[in-house]
């Protein structure tokens, strides 16, 4: 936008949740991934279907994570404040606690998570009282997106996957998000053909490359060597459109994709 400072993206985590799925039909995925709905109060993506996520806080750099994590802790310091941050927002949003050991029914999830959204350093407390650590290890890098310069509100995500370790029933909050859902791939991106609910060029062009991977143990080795890039779109107006040019695209600058990625929307990215 003409006259507008470009901000400094916030370095901010998703997770993408993965859960296996029984009765799986001939070319069908055998497994779902979990969606919330963001509120439509969200300066940001009002109404949208994203996996859970958020920015990184000041809490998620405390120098005593390093002594809690001991051997898990990891060498780059970015990316353990990144991973801390995502399982730190799963919670909060979608009630999934992602640690080791995993923590029985007998935990009050309820409480906790209440504390946690109200201040983030309360995590590490329960953390510290509950006997268990955050297993960073467990997630799998996917993709790191950049938000595109020409938005007011900018964000350097990057998303992991995740298997489901937790027994307890995904929630939403009804504070971020006010609706959950689990999807195939391809029944998130039929969804979205229809308009039954929407999703941003991020989440899309995610889903269309989960829908590649059919078996859930094949898309987790994957994961594991996937060589991470970062990501960041191009917007163009034309009349009264927008036009999201992603990566893949002949006219972004970065043509390192055989794919083409083409994102078109009234609705502003």
Known sequence: VRGRTMSTPKLAATIIVLKTR????KGESN?????????????FMPGAHVFPGG?????????????ILQHRSINNAKQQVIRLAAIRELFEEANILITEPVLELDFDHAKWRQLVQKDSSQFLKLCIENNCVPDISSL?????WITPVQEKWRYDTYFFLATLNNRLEAKHDEIETT??????PEQALNSFVEKKIFLPPPTWLTLIQ?????NIEH?????KSRVISPIEPIIRHEESKMMVILPGDNEHPTKNSNQKYF???EESY
């Not at 609706?179 to 195939?184: E, I, P, S, V």
């Not at 989960?210 to 059919?214: G, P, V």
């Open 179 to 184: 609706g959950l859902d689990w999807f195939t």
């Open 31 to 43: 497994y779902k991934v979990l969606m919330v709905k963001r509120s439509n109060k969200s300066r």
């Open 263 to 265: 994102f078109e929307e």
């Open 55 to 67: 920015i990184c806080e000041d809490s998620d750099t405390n120098q005593n994570w390093s002594s």
């Open 210 to 214: 989960l829908n590649e991977y059919k």
């Open 219 to 223: 898309l987790v080795e994957t994961s």
């Open 22 to 25: 029984k009765n799986v039909l």
């Open 140 to 144: 799998y890098p996917w993709s790191n």
